[in-house]
């Protein structure tokens, strides 16, 4: 088989003789033919002969003249050698390892393992052995350990773990924080958890550490799902030129993933012994819950497989559904898929965001549900065990949250008795405090304890925003009180949470909350450290009951809206005020996610909102009614016709002309109160009712429509949970107050039912 590699069939230099491969002239032949057997070219394998040379030429530099010398950690330092430099001398490189290791002809290693790969070796074998973690769990666990065994230095020298304190391992989290997300980071801690509870179990760590590591927080459907048009994917499989055997099995690929929202596993492991001709269906390995799911094979899936099967696939012994298509031969990787799908929209050039080969089972999934198929047959269609894991898909579902975003509300006339300029609300009346100037650094002796904590925090994920002004505000009072204080002492505590008195009990203990944890961090060098009693701390009041606002009434408070003057920095200040009314009331938002939006957050052709990045790191789409949908646009015209910011990343909320400014909650509370006022609107105890109090207005407003209308209420719960943003029912639960005309239709629709059950002529 040697004989195809000369100069008149390969086309190359007719000096390829073992003397000018020093390294691996004793298997020259055997590789070559190694390659030939895997598919490869002649012109392929001389090219890989000629990229060997280099490998040769280094190796000598490095003094490595003979293959005997040479092991897999050496050729390893050579493929990362070329992999930065000459990437197609490190493919070549990889083949050589590949060759060498099945044959057996280099040793893993000459002489002892150095300390990092003992110690990966032997926690390997333990995540194996005690956890049983499949393969490539454990591979992902040592490629996130091996950087802390680097930040350690462990590949230079054996490392003593009974010296290990917790600063080392959070100097690493705030290193690790600078290239990982939050949802990364929360893998590494758990690794690093993991890592330290063996150190500790087996002896070689003096402190349980695994239990001081906090975990940054990853809360439950925080991403909206990738999916995207079911057009969108039709046109892109249209697009794929199927004459072809590459396009063709990059056609069957896709249709197979999106037909029965495949994971990319899955459809790389699908083999021909899962196809049941006869009884007509395909058996699909999952590799997410290692269970087995049989799907039935339509006609046009069967017709689909067999056109694959005759044209484009080619003989093989393997057993694998889709095969690489050039050398080297064999199945196709776990991640072909996405590759593939990458390819394929970029040739198509139709406009679609790619966003990883999941997004067609996200879009399987979303549009099942448009088509008013069932939760559950789709959490059985996707192989779900739970309908929790189907439900993240119902917020995609555009249409069916729609039903619950409440109508605009009718205009009226009003007249109102109170004057705009005097129609300022008489405020609560609040003890005084001295406020202090909070500096932009820390600057007591705490100051340098102080900023790891805060650093530790945001490499956690935390934002600390809030947190910061409280612990300044702590660090200013030490600093102005107790500069000299080495310790904190329950006299400091107290005297600081003195000062705290006026603000509400739930507030003061937050944070007084904050600050202990603060002590909690400190005192770890420090056992004898005061750390204060938490049954010491405020008393969360009782909550307050909101204020529903009824129709009527927000229809006088948006009525009342037109008599708020227009300014030279924002001559639109009462139709922005309006349509944030409106917004907060009709949508159910929150005064923070009303501030942050921008005018690309705004989809009229669809009429959504999109919130991003709201509470718990949260993303939802908001459906707009019709008439809401027409009012913001009505609002948006106006803009731009008077030459205002209508740029994209302009905020919905802007007060001022030329500086960009957006409504502060602050100032919107203000002109909320004053219209109030003017409305005649009040609570119980004669105050305005709350901002916050709109929302809850929105979702009483919602089931009072669905009572109206004789719709199950039940069924639509999940629907207003997805609306406001919730991961659950108990969440939304908080909002829904029983009202008397609640009552009263609940009591209607129970008579209605269930009456004639009673009666004397009634029957079961």
Known sequence: MTA?????????????????????????????????????QPATVAQHLCQLRQLGIWLEQKHCHRLAELDLAGLMVAYNHFNRHKRYVAGAVRSLVRFLRERKAIPERHGPLSPLEAEQIKYG????EVRGLSPGTISSHLCRLRLFFLFLRLDRCPFNFQNLQMNRVEAYLRVAARSNNRVSMHCIVCCLRGFLKFKHSTG????????????????????????????????LLLSIDCSEPFGLRDFTMIYLAAAYGLR?????????DDIDWRARTLRIHQTKTRQVLKQPLTDEAANVLIRYLREARSQSKHRHLFLKLVAPAGPLDCSALHNVLRDRIKRSGLKIPFCGSHMLRHSLATHLLQQGVAVKMIGDTLGHKTIESTSTYMRLGVEELRVVALPLPASVEIECRVDWRTSRHRPRIRPKHRCLHLPAHFRSRFAQNLDDFVALKRALGCRCMGETAVLAHWDCFIQSHYPKARQVNAEMFNAWSNQLSHLKPIVRRSRQRLVRKFLLFAARKNENAFIPDLTTFAKPSQTLQPRLITEPEMARILAVTSRIPPSFANPLRAETVKIGFVLLF???????????LKLADLDLEQRLLHIRLTKFYKSRIVPLSPSVSAEVERYLTLRRSQGLPSHP?????WSHRNRQQVFTDGSLLRLWHRCCVCADVFNDRGHPPRLHDLRHSFAVGALQRWYAQGINVQAKLPHLATYLGHANLACTHYYLKLTPELRQAATQRYHNRFATLFTAGGAL
């Open 649 to 653: 990343d302009s905020s919905l909320m």
């Open 264 to 272: 990319r596993s899955e459809v790389a492991r699908l083999t021909l």
């Open 125 to 128: 074998a333990y995540l194996a």
């Open 204 to 235: 070689q760590l003096r402190q349980p550490l695994h239990w001081q590591i906090a975990a940054p927080c990853v809360y439950q459907m925080e991403k909206l799902p990738r999916a995207i048009p079911w057009l969108q994917i039709q046109q």
């Open 4 to 40: 195809n590699l000369s100069p008149k069939h390969s086309g190359s230099s007719p000096h390829h003789s073992r003397n000018e491969l020093p390294i691996i002239g004793p298997v020259m032949a055997p590789y070559i033919e190694w390659l030939q057997q895997r598919g490869y």
């Open 586 to 596: 009709c949508c159910g938002l929150r005064c923070g996610e009303l501030l942050r």
